[in-house]
């Protein structure tokens, strides 16, 4: 049973760096995993997905400030955020799936996957 846990959420100004990873135990091959967000009131966001074979797709709101990236075999999945402001602030999870019959996407993982428990990260101005 493969567990998921973020670290790295903190507070910060506008204009900062902050990278969130997440911790995977347990045994898997093939994945799909992602990093969403949140603020109360507003549906889940997915902002970022990477395939086993290292694909990547961004949502508009984050292209060319935030990059996913994977350590390779078990090692943790990592999400660098640039120049966040504060619209950035929010709770954010990772998500993964292990089924390589399905095409990994932001969608995909919101339909069905693991999650974290998510770490709050709050920009201010």
């Known amino acids: 049973q493969v567990q998921l846990a973020e670290v790295g959420g903190g507070s910060v100004h506008a204009g900062d760096s902050l990278k969130l990873s997440c911790i995977t135990s347990g045994h898997y091959s093939g994945f799909c995993m992602g990093w969403f967000r949140q603020v109360p009131g507003k549906e889940r966001e997915g902002i970022a997905s990477?395939?086993?074979?290292?694909?990547?797709e961004y949502a508009a709101s984050v292209k060319g400030r935030f990059t996913i990236s994977k350590d390779s075999g078990k090692g943790p999945l990592h999400l660098q955020m640039e120049n966040l402001q504060p619209e950035d602030t929010a709770m954010y999870y990772c998500?993964?799936?292990?089924?390589?019959?399905?095409?990994?996407?932001?969608?995909?993982?919101?339909?069905?996957?693991?999650w974290g428990h998510g770490t709050q990260v709050t920009v201010s101005s």
């Open positions: 990477i395939s086993t074979d290292g694909n990547t």
């Open positions: 998500a993964a799936f292990f089924n390589s019959l399905v095409k990994c996407s932001t969608a995909a993982l919101q339909r069905g996957a693991k």
